[in-house]
Nanobody, 126 residues
Framework: QVQLVESGGGLVQAGGSLRLSCAASGRTFRSLSMGWFRQAPGKEREVVAVISGGGTMTRYGEFVKGRYTISRDAAKNTVYLQMNDLKPEDTAVYYC???????????????????WGQGTQVTVST
């Protein structure tokens, strides 16, 4: 099973930017699709973005609207989420997760992501 550790969350003003990082270890990182998900207080967890093992394919949640970019660095075993033009409604705990079924293609459904990090808090103030 892959181990995941997120970092980079914090407090930012509306309109600002943050870059989240997710360091992976324990399995062949390059073969796994990776994703970012978030959960706001009182709301269900939702998909933010997912990226294929090779990094050539990405998909985003509908709310992103071009504000976020997911990427990965195979040499560093790390996945990133660049978030721009942040809004107060982006306040949530952001989780990194791995789809541990290589060869299944890029899947966006949360149920396919079986290893999860502990999450990192992002708070956007007005």
């Amino acid at each position: 099973q892959v181990q995941l550790v997120e970092s980079g969350g914090g407090l930012v003003q509306a309109g600002g930017s943050l870059r989240l990082s997710c360091a992976a270890s324990g399995r062949t990182f390059r073969s796994l699709s990776m994703g970012w998900f978030r959960q706001a207080p009182g709301k269900e967890r939702e998909v933010v973005a997912v990226i294929s093992g090779g990094g050539t394919m990405t998909r985003y949640g509908e709310f992103v609207k071009g504000r976020y970019t997911i990427s990965r660095d195979a040499a560093k075993n790390t996945v990133y989420l660049q978030m721009n033009d942040l809004k107060p409604e982006d306040t949530a705990v952001y989780y990194c997760a791995a789809d541990e079924s290589p060869g299944s293609g890029l899947r966006i459904g949360m149920q396919y992501y079986t290893s999860w990090g502990q999450g990192t808090q992002v708070t956007v103030s007005t």
